[in-house]
């Protein structure tokens, strides 16, 4: 159905900023970049943080 399509639409988009968001590309120029690109990755997966933006405590408010 329609929600269907619209999920795939987003996880298509997605696949293209999550790497920028993230700093994957930067790790990929780090000595041991892809081992971090690795634990990163899992620790997303694992606590499903890939789905929403993890703040600290003294990032400013989204909304001013």
Do not use: H, W
């Not at 997605?14 to 634990?39: C, H, N, S, T």
């Amino acid at each position: 159905g329609r929600g269907t399509q619209i999920r795939g639409d987003i996880k298509s988009k997605a696949r293209d900023i999550v790497p920028y968001y993230y700093g994957i590309q930067q790790l990929l120029d780090e000595p041991d970049g892809k081992r971090k690109i690795r634990e990163l990755i899992e620790k997303l997966l694992n606590a499903n943080t890939f789905i929403y933006s993890v703040r600290s405590c003294s990032s400013p408010p989204l909304v001013p």
